[in-house]
């Protein structure tokens, strides 16, 4: 059953509409994150669904009700935000419990959901710390904490870990993810960083103009973005226009290989990073390597053919050519993908 469902949201400021006829439905304890660039409108669409703003067309719906008219308290849906906003004058406690005490829990109820709620966060016993006494990554779980306190149907982030650094996002992604899943918590969130939308997500949702650009699995999204708005916003430059015949297409590298059945004419191909081989220059286009990035468990080669745009290879480490050195580029059709 669909937890969530939107139909034909739309939400216009002055002539622009920020969500265009957007439709988009999440399962019982599926995790769908929302990811885009600025401005896309995934904050709007968070906000339609917590009852924050109103639609100018379309409805929502929770658990297969109606939310028209509906008041934001009333939606049962739980809400952490960026910059997670806690009550600077309580403690943990306070803080996680708040929620709670507006439902009229009493004293001892509060106090054991609260206790077993900061047991999941991985902060036990922190009940009487001063919030402001918290580290980042802490105060992340707090809100957390005070976000599933009352139990909602819908969990919602916006940017749940924008502030943190790299690693600490990482470790939270990943115990987030388990705890959720522990939980059957159904959960949207929205963000703009890819690594954080791919690592918590059952199910990805691109976003471009108020509109949804692709909608999958991480592996779906990532193996086969379904346009160049999509690839290029993952990152993927490597995109030039091909004259596809048979299994072969014409492009200003040269020849590519491309996937049996794809339509013939002209389109845009991407050929993955992975799929740019670089070897003798005899045995391929010929290009020089005009950049060398060390990335930790690979090294990302640009080179410079002889027309057409730059080029990215991952070698592996102690394979990677020097700058300056003349290469033969070949094409491995298992990632090279036709882009609509
Ligand atoms: N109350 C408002 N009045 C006018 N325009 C607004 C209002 N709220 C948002 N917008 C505009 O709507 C567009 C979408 O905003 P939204 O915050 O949903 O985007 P976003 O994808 O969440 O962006 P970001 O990643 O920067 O937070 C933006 O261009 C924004 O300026």
Do not use: Y
Not at 12 to 37: I, K, N, S, W, Y
Not at 61 to 80: C, I, N, S, T, W
Not at 210 to 218: D, E, K, L, M
């Amino acid at each position: 059953m669909s937890m969530l469902r939107l139909d034909g949201v739309t939400v216009r400021f002055g002539e622009r509409a920020v969500l265009d006829a957007v439709d988009l439905d999440v399962a019982e304890h599926e995790t769908v994150c929302v990811l885009g660039p600025s401005g896309s409108g995934k904050s709007t669409l968070l906000r339609v669904v917590a009852g924050l703003q109103r639609p100018d067309a379309g409805r929502v719906f929770l658990a297969g009700e109606d939310q028209g008219g509906v008041p934001v308290h009333k939606r049962g849906v739980g809400l952490m935000f960026q910059d997670h906003q806690l009550f600077p004058q309580r403690d943990v406690a306070g803080n996680v419990g708040f929620g709670l005490r507006m439902r009229k829990a009493g004293r001892a109820e509060t106090e054991r959901r609260v206790a077993g709620l900061l047991d999941l966060v991985g902060l036990p016993g922190a009940q009487r710390r001063a919030v402001a006494a918290l580290s980042g990554g802490e105060q992340q779980r707090v809100a957390l904490a005070r976000a599933l306190a009352p139990e909602p149907r819908l969990l919602m982030l916006d940017e749940p870990l924008g502030q943190l650094d790299r690693g600490l996002r990482e470790r939270l992604v990943a115990e987030l993810r388990e705890l959720f899943g522990r939980l059957g918590t159904t959960v949207l969130a929205v963000t703009h960083d890819q690594g954080e939308a791919f690592a918590l997500a059952d199910r990805v949702v691109v976003m471009r103009d108020g509109r949804i650009a692709q909608s999958g699995t991480p592996l779906e999204v990532w193996q086969r973005p379904a346009s160049e708005f999509v690839a290029r916003f993952l990152g993927f430059d490597n995109i030039v226009e091909a004259t596809v015949s048979g299994e072969r297409a014409e492009t200003v590298w040269g020849a590519m290989p491309v996937p049996a059945g794809t339509p013939e004419g002209v389109c845009r191909v991407l050929v993955r990073p992975a799929g740019v081989r670089l070897g003798p220059v005899a045995e391929g286009v010929p290009g020089e390597v005009v950049a060398r990035t060390f990335r930790g468990d690979h090294v990302a080669v640009r080179v410079r053919p002889a027309a057409g745009p730059e080029l990215e290879a991952v070698c592996r480490l102690g394979e990677a050519p020097e700058p300056a050195e003349r290469v033969g580029v070949r094409f491995d059709v298992a990632e090279v993908v036709v882009l609509r």
